[in-house]
């Protein structure tokens, strides 16, 4: 037994189909949800999660940078 709907054949033409994908919802890609942890691996091969995502971890790359001439970045 199965299903009248299983296996059928899509009646619309090539164009109509086409154009399912085409309205303005995919003009933009969707906005990325901001990561809320941070995945470090360890030595041993385990991951370690910190607190934060792209921007918690961007103020603290930019503190580990040397001081050019005697002047804070």
Do not use: F
């Not at 994908?21 to 360890?42: A, D, M, N």
Request: aromatic content about 10%.
């Amino acid at each position: 037994m199965y299903s009248k709907y299983e296996r059928q054949k899509d009646k619309r033409s090539y164009d109509e189909r086409l154009n399912l994908y085409t309205g303005p919802q995919y003009l933009y890609p969707p906005e990325r949800i901001k990561p809320q942890k941070v995945v470090h691996w360890s030595e041993e091969g385990l991951p370690m999660y910190g607190v934060g995502g792209e921007d918690a971890a961007a103020p603290a790359q930019d503190a580990e940078q040397p001081a050019v001439d005697g002047v804070a970045a």
